[in-house]
């Protein structure tokens, strides 16, 4: 498989490719517009249903059923997936940190494989044992997260992966950011099939900017904001989020990959003035269709979001 069109094993093997690809939770393809603040612990759907929450997203409960100002958003979204069923799926999720307000896409909480997304994941972990005594970084290490979030260098992350314990960067972060979707990978070697869901990628920016030092939270979006048009790998990740022209106070973490049959493209970060917003869409299409195709797919998806929002270059 490929990820950032290169192997991310830290051990020296052959990458295995995968025949099949799964679908690990599927729910309707209407909309789930959740509408959440600060305070209890029950999910409003608007479909009339209510569901408790097993856990939330950090900071994050329900309220009365309000106006969702991005929900035909989300909805238009879904559309797109709905009208290439079975052929492309996309897991969205939009945070709006002033009010609190979550709003769900339909496979909001499906679990992809998460590509290069999970270095964000590992590096806020790593962050964490350092604020809480629990590691140290040294000089190379500060440049390896700087260079796994800013160009998704999949060196730099098979380094920080194995220095750190690879999975446990997972399942630590898990617990402490509450996360309902999130898996390690099976295989301890392949950290690009972590499996994640678009609502956990918010609860992981949002653990990010309220649970973290400022110093490391700035260090983690300086990063991101810095990303570049073209990856390490000279993969072009200038879609979605980041792509051209760029709107005002993005940072962003990409992910791409094809394991198997599938290609994976996904785009989450934060975005708007003070990082009001955390957007996450992840995408799973046929590799046959090509790059290409998931870059517009993508672009399109996140502009549907950003245009209600008023988030412009």
């Given at each position: ?19 099949n690809g799964q679908r690990w939770f599927l729910v309707p393809f209407a909309a789930l517009v959740v509408l959440a603040t600060i305070g209890s612990s029950t999910l409003i759907i608007r479909h009339g249903q ?221 975005v708007g003035s003070g990082n009001r917003y955390v957007i996450a869409v992840l995408t799973k299409r046929p590799a046959s269709n090509g790059y290409a195709a998931g870059r517009a797919d993508v672009s399109t ?13």
């Open positions: 498989m490929a990820d950032d069109q290169s192997q991310y094993r830290p051990r020296a093997a052959p990458a295995r490719r995968r025949t209510r569901a408790t929450a097993v856990d939330p997203v950090p900071s994050l409960t329900a309220q009365s059923d309000t106006v969702n100002p991005t929900g035909s958003a989300v909805a238009a979204v879904d559309a797109m997936s709905a009208a290439e069923a079975g052929v492309l799926d996309i897991g969205v999720a939009v945070l709006d940190r002033q009010t609190g307000q979550l709003d769900l896409g339909a496979e909001g909480a499906t679990q992809f494989y998460s590509a290069s997304v999970v270095k964000l994941y590992t590096v806020v972990d790593i962050l964490h044992r350092v604020e809480t005594g629990q590691a140290t970084l040294t000089a190379a290490q500060q440049s390896n997260i700087q260079r796994a979030l800013s160009v998704s260098d999949d060196n730099a992350m098979n380094v920080l992966w194995e220095q750190f314990g690879g999975p446990s960067t997972v399942t630590e972060l898990i617990g402490l950011a509450r996360l309902q979707d999130t898996r390690p990978p099976s295989d301890p070697g392949e950290w690009g099939e972590t499996l994640l869901s678009a609502r956990d990628v918010v609860a992981v920016y949002q653990y990010l900017l309220t649970s973290l030092d400022p110093g490391h939270q700035q260090l983690v979006l300086s990063a991101l904001a810095s990303a570049q048009g073209t990856g390490a790998d000279g993969f072009d990740q200038s879609f979605g989020l980041l792509r051209s022209p760029r709107a005002a106070g993005v940072a962003a973490k990409q992910g791409w990959m094809i394991d198997g049959p599938y290609e994976y493209l996904h785009s989450t970060g934060v998806a996140v502009g549907d979001l950003t245009g209600p929002l008023g988030l412009t270059s």
